[in-house]
């Protein structure tokens, strides 16, 4: 149902009038929080859009150790000014959406304008709602995607050449995506490294989704030595973390720019077309209910999803 009634495009438009909000200082941002028990948690973010929109909500998922297929998420959305109930929306998909829209909209601000070449490291469904939102953004020429699973690449190419109309083509090791990259998505639940950054070619522009945890992170803190744009979605949410971030002991972790900023021209996403730049997501709360409300809106208001 979601898929039905929210186009990507629709979806990075919300994010960026969201992170709009947040350089503007109209989005309602708290950090996450968890409620645990013995064998898991429950994690909420809550939010508020009021200036572009009138939403206020939250969103709530599990991490619970024994997965069954039941597990989901819900976002629920209320108009922010009168306090009126928008809606329900279950399942993964939407959460999905909204963090594939935030990485179009960084590769959209800190990416070359011509950047036409795009591989991406990893196959799940973060995968491809990151490539959905990619190719909103930016047209490629070609798009190289690796996992260590050749099944599960060979799938995920053959799915995205169908859904986005691309020239997509599973490869066999992260150095043959990332060698002539012009945009690198790491979309992974690795815990290291998952390529080195000489790889990286100048001008190349990097989003990382997945762990950035010190020591367990899919990417090297040593990429920090060759980028100069490190941007975030909320910063207030990266330094919240109970482990230190990847990138602690380096100075990028004080310079670290936010991306809300780049989007309302406080900042600059690159500053030559040869800087190599980087945007780690920390998820910044609100905008999911900012992309749920939209969905609701399309769908009639008062569905329920």
């Not at 909500?57 to 069954?68: E, I, L, P, T």
């Not at 599973?170 to 998505?185: H, I, K, N, R, W």
């Not at 990266?238 to 310079?255: G, I, Q």
């Amino acid at each position: 149902d979601v898929r039905r009634v929210m186009p990507m495009s629709a979806a990075v438009d919300r994010i960026e009038s969201a992170l709009r909000e947040n350089a503007e200082g109209t989005l309602v941002a708290p950090p996450r929080f968890r409620v645990d028990v013995d064998k898991g948690a429950l994690i909420f973010t809550a939010g508020a859009v009021t200036h572009y929109d009138k939403a206020v909500g939250f969103r709530v998922y599990d991490r619970f150790q024994d997965s069954h297929a039941s597990h989901g998420q819900v976002v629920v959305v209320f108009d922010s000014d009168t306090g009126d109930f928008k809606g329900v929306i279950v399942g993964g998909h939407l959460g999905a959406m909204r963090t594939g829209a935030i990485g179009g909209v960084a590769i959209k601000h800190m990416a070359r304008p011509d950047a036409s070449r795009a591989a991406i490291l990893g196959s799940g469904r973060q995968a491809r709602t990151h490539l959905e939102a990619a190719a909103v953004v930016r047209h490629f020429a070609s798009v190289k995607v690796y996992s260590p699973n050749a099944t599960h690449r060979e799938a995920f190419a053959s799915a995205m050449r169908e859904t986005l109309d691309l020239h997509v083509d599973p490869v066999v090791s992260a150095q043959e995506a990332v060698a002539d990259a012009d945009v690198v998505m790491c979309v992974t639940k690795s815990t290291t490294p998952v390529f080195d950054p000489s790889w990286l070619k100048p001008g190349a522009h990097v989003n990382t989704v997945g762990p950035r945890a010190q020591g367990e992170s899919e990417l090297d803190a040593s990429i920090a030595g060759r980028v100069r744009v490190v941007a975030t979605d909320s910063l207030r949410q990266l330094r919240s973390y109970a482990k230190p971030y990847f990138l602690a002991d380096t100075p990028w972790m004080e310079a670290m720019v936010d991306l809300g900023d780049i989007v309302v021209g406080k900042h600059t996403g690159r500053q030559s077309p040869d800087d190599i730049t980087l945007f780690c997501t920390a998820g910044l709360s609100g905008t999911e209910v900012a992309v749920a409300s939209e969905a609701l809106r399309r769908a009639g208001h008062s569905e329920v999803l």
